[in-house]
């Protein structure tokens, strides 16, 4: 297994905004982190000298904005990490992995297909899955009314919360570390 | 533009379709690029090689590839979206349509994820029944996989034999499945349909068979002189192509790598199974399709073992979810290996009638993103028998 | 003037039962060729139509004559249609100098193998404006192919019946089959394997068959250079595929396995057992092999059989002036 606590320190580092441990066995994941946006082709660079792979790359549309979720997996050992990007409605725009993991560009593709997310540098972000004349809202974005807040979907696990803007913005208290 | 009462603004602006002559938006787009005396091909979306509706654009130096680029989006049916508007309950007998030749993989991705989610404990019969219709499936999989691979170069006959074989398959699964294509006996908590003694005595009979066909086969296919020089040397796919792609599965064991699922991540009852994971001599074509016909004495031999470790119980657990069941709020990743590599499902519940987000990862897409760069500088031939090795199913990418 | 009148009459007489030959042949052969590989894949094969099916091939043309003649646009059209007729004229006059029989033959000309040497090339201009007129990349593609391929597997060709053509000493195909006795060891192809089997691996190259069929590889270029033909137009290049090869099995039997002669009695139906059973091996490597690649076809072509078959006609040539 690789050792998430290094990699949990890598992005305290990097400046992430809060860190989470996970039970392996049924979230699927080892260790997460909410990172800045700038942070996160640096800390994909990381990964990627690590020998990880970017497996998957999946967003979902909370009331805070997109949470866009990088799933990586290391080639010389199980062990399966994740961060996240959240992403403001209003300025829907990210950083492209597609200089460190050119598998990255279709997955961006297909999340820009999706939300309408913006991956700025990818070389080629026309749409993918979708036509090229798809009218009407990207398929994923739910109604206002709909969306539940980051809080309620438990993508945080046993978390600490690094940044207090990040905390009061998602509704949970800086100072506390959770169990749940 | 406004819809409903989104504010929505097209990121990529306003495309024109030129008209007819010059192409469409997605060759308008590629030919931008292209060295100019160079043939743009259009292989697909109806080609009789891209095994359905896979489009790839293609740049000829001749009858070299300068640049290649998949187009996809034919058979795009928004699974992500039903998963969203479904219960989980309602959305499972989706999972049998993702990948119309492992779907009994992608039930498990799904309902597995759920089930962890949720915390469900699944019967150990249910278990064993997942393991034996899986790799069934996984066979079947693998042996459509080559006949349609060695008609991609050239050899009719290989793939009617496959069909042979695979009714034979079938014929096992439709008794614990009801159905022959769009699989999905999973229910969360176990399995919808116990196994008859009918049932494992054609298993038991199978297994000898096919081990006496693929002995067969070698003769005849594998040791192909032709087959060999159109294989050997062809794409060559290496652990950082793979790397760099999130390529998976056989692929990704063919460059020398020795994972899988079934053992990184152990789900089932795979972990009390003893199998080999085959990995490539060499990382060619030829070596991932050494890698998958291994695969198929390897899931033959779980099969054995299975069939034979079976215990006797309920199929599936007391107070299973019903129809109106709803998840736990909660986040979870499940991965299984399917035929093409790593199947996850990734599901997200606010707590609500339906799940949140679902998001499923098809290794085929990864797969086939490596194929420009693989392809490129071989000659059209060449690329048509890697598009071929990646062994792709377009409902899969497409999702 | 008596004379050439004659031989006018003969030759019309002659074209009219080849082309009865001809398209017999395909209804016979597409009948072959299907229930073949049918039990080369454990199937039936056709088995509705007629008994044990034999009606299936004339359904067949009977669809392809009624169909709509349709054609893409921007196409070349005058050379459009004249490619598929281009196809199957040429071949008609490759069957004039052929001995059927004792008797029997259409135009004996001297120089047979010469006559059909020459118009054997003319296919592949029909290729060619098919695949340049059709206005398609892949008839384009197939078209390219279809010229490289068929000019190159003509020359070992050539040289392999050049060895034969000097064993007995004439370019008359009637003097080459009286060369021969008539039981199977008195053949040329025991004098001359390696010519044969020059003369086996080319045909399947020059008549386009798999695993040689690179021109319309469908895997690969769809159909080739016939991607954009339907209808009689199609049935036109079908036809004369089928008549190429029987052409070619006709010479192969003339040159190498005796012709119309046969251990018991002489006459054309041992010429078309012979033929028969060299289609039969190449329906047979059809359904069996897969294709080879483009280059590793005219390596093939110019690596192997080329040097081989120059080799044959030296050694040949030496034998002859030595021993003579």
Redesign the interface.
Same mark, same amino acid.
């Given at each position: 297994m690789s050792d998430p606590e290094k990699w949990l320190a890598n992005w305290r580092a990097a400046g992430a905004w809060s860190l989470s441990r996970h039970d392996l066995a049924k979230e699927g994941l080892l260790a997460s982190a909410f990172l800045p946006t700038k942070a996160i082709l640096n800390c994909a660079k990381e990964l990627k000298e690590a020998n990880f792979s970017l497996l998957d790359l999946s967003a979902l549309e909370t009331q805070e904005g997109f949470v866009v979720t990088y799933h990586f997996d290391s080639l010389n050992e199980p062990g399966r990490l994740a961060f996240r990007a959240l992403v403001p409605h209003k300025k829907p725009h990210l950083p492209s992995l597609y200089d460190v993991f050119q598998g990255a560009e279709w997955h961006e593709r297909e999340t820009a297909d999706f939300f309408g997310l913006i991956f700025d540098q990818n070389p080629n972000l026309i749409p993918l899955l979708l036509a090229d004349d798809h009218y009407g809202p990207p398929p994923l974005r739910k109604n206002p009314a709909d969306l539940a807040p980051l809080k309620k979907l438990g993508l945080l696990g046993s978390f600490e919360i690094l940044d207090p803007d990040f905390g009061a913005l998602i509704g949970e208290d800086s100072q506390k570390e959770s169990q749940s | 533009?406004t819809?409903?009462?989104?504010n929505?603004?097209?990121?990529?602006g306003v495309?024109e379709?030129p008209g007819s002559t010059a192409g469409?938006?997605?060759a308008v787009?590629f030919e931008k690029k292209a060295v100019s005396g160079r043939?743009i091909?259009?292989l697909g979306p109806q080609?009789?090689?891209t095994h359905g509706v896979l489009r790839v654009l293609v740049e000829?130096d001749g009858?070299y590839v300068a640049r290649a680029?998949p187009v996809?989006?034919y058979l795009?049916r928004?699974h %992500?979206?039903m998963g %969203?508007v479904k219960t989980p309950w309602q959305f499972i007998p989706n999972m049998g349509r993702v990948d119309y030749l492992h779907p009994l993989a992608w039930n498990w991705a799904f309902v597995g994820?759920a089930e962890?989610?949720a915390?469900l404990t699944v019967p150990e019969r249910a278990e064993y029944l997942r393991v034996i219709g899986c790799e069934l499936n996984r066979i079947g999989s693998h042996l459509l996989w080559w006949g349609a691979f060695?008609?991609?170069?050239?050899?009719?006959?290989p793939i009617?034999?496959a069909f %042979?074989e695979r009714e034979k398959i079938n014929d096992i699964l439709q008794i614990i499945t009801g159905s022959r294509l769009t699989m999905a006996n999973f229910r969360f908590g176990g399995v919808c349909a116990d196994a008859d003694e009918r049932f494992f005595r054609l298993c038991a009979e199978f297994i000898p068979y096919l081990r006496e066909r693929l002995k067969m086969y070698k003769g005849l296919v594998t040791d192909?002189v032709?087959?060999r020089?159109?294989l050997e040397g062809i794409g060559p796919i290496d652990?950082d192509l793979?790397?760099?792609?999130?390529?998976?599965g056989p692929i990704?064991r063919a460059a020398g790598?020795a994972?899988d699922t079934r053992k990184?991540?152990p789900y089932g009852v795979y972990p009390k199974l003893d199998f080999p994971i085959p990995t490539g001599p060499i990382n060619d074509s030829f070596g991932r399709y050494l890698v998958r016909l291994a695969e198929i004495e390897t899931s033959l031999s779980i099969i054995e073992q299975a069939i034979k470790d079976i215990p006797q119980g309920p199929i599936i657990m007391d107070k299973a979810p019903k129809a109106t069941w709803k998840l736990p709020?909660?986040?979870?990743?499940?991965?299984v290996e399917g035929a093409r590599g790593?199947i996850?499902a990734?599901i997200?519940?606010?707590?609500?009638k339906n799940p949140?987000?679902v998001?499923l990862?098809a290794p085929g897409?990864?797969n086939l993103?490596?194929f420009a760069?693989a392809a490129k500088g071989t000659?059209?031939?060449?690329a048509?028998a890697i598009l071929g090795s990646l062994d792709l199913v377009i409902p899969e990418i497409?999702? | 003037m008596f004379l050439s009148l004659a031989i006018v009459a003969q030759i019309i007489v002659a074209v009219l039962l080849i082309i009865a030959l001809m398209v017999g042949n395909a209804v016979v052969m597409v009948y072959m060729e299907r229930k073949v590989a049918g039990f080369i894949q454990r199937r039936p094969g056709p088995y509705e139509v007629g008994p044990y099916g034999t009606l299936q091939a004339i359904c067949d043309s009977m669809k392809l004559l009624a169909k709509q003649l349709y054609r893409p646009g921007n196409v070349d059209l005058i050379l459009y249609y004249l490619a598929p007729i281009l196809a199957f004229f040429p071949v008609l006059l490759l069957y004039l100098p052929i001995p059927f029989g004792p008797y029997l033959t259409a135009l004996p000309v001297g120089d047979g193998v010469i006559l059909i040497l020459a118009f054997a090339g003319l296919g592949v201009l029909s290729n060619l404006l098919a695949g340049w007129s059709s206005n398609n990349k892949y008839s384009l593609l197939g078209a390219a192919r279809a010229v490289s391929q068929t000019v190159a597997y003509e020359i070992p060709m050539i040289l392999a019946l050049l060895a034969v053509v000097f064993l007995s000493g004439s370019t008359d195909l009637k003097v080459v089959t009286d060369q021969q006795g008539p039981w199977p060891w008195q053949w040329n192809i025991v004098l001359q394997p390696l010519a044969f089997f020059i003369y086996l691996v080319s045909l399947v190259g020059e008549t386009n068959r798999a695993p040689f069929d690179l021109p319309e590889a469908e895997s690969e270029l769809a159909a080739g250079f016939h991607t954009e033909y339907s209808g009689m137009g199609f049935a036109l290049f079908f036809l004369s595929e089928y008549a190429n090869m029987l052409l070619v099995s006709f010479v192969a039997a003339v040159f190498f396995l005796g012709g119309y002669k046969g251990p018991i009695a002489d006459g054309f139906w041992w010429i078309f057992i012979k033929a028969y059973a060299l289609m039969f091996f190449m329906v047979w490597i059809r359904w069996t092999f897969p294709r080879v690649r483009f280059d590793q076809l005219l390596n093939i072509n110019w690596k192997w059989l080329l040097p081989l078959g120059l080799f044959n006609l030296w050694l040949t040539a030496a034998v002859i002036k030595v021993a003579f």
């Open positions: - | 533009m819809f409903g009462s989104l929505f603004v097209n990121p990529f495309w379709n469409d938006f997605y787009n043939v091909l259009n080609h009789p090689s000829l009858e680029e996809l989006g795009h928004m %992500e979206k %969203e994820a962890k989610l915390g060695v008609m991609d170069l050239g050899g009719f006959t009617l034999y %042979e192909n032709i087959l020089r159109r652990v793979c790397q760099r792609y999130g390529a998976t990704l790598l994972r990184d991540y709020a909660g986040e979870s990743y499940f991965t790593q996850a990734h997200t519940s606010d707590g609500g949140y987000r998001k990862r897409f990864s993103s490596l760069e000659l059209l031939a060449d048509i497409d999702r | -």
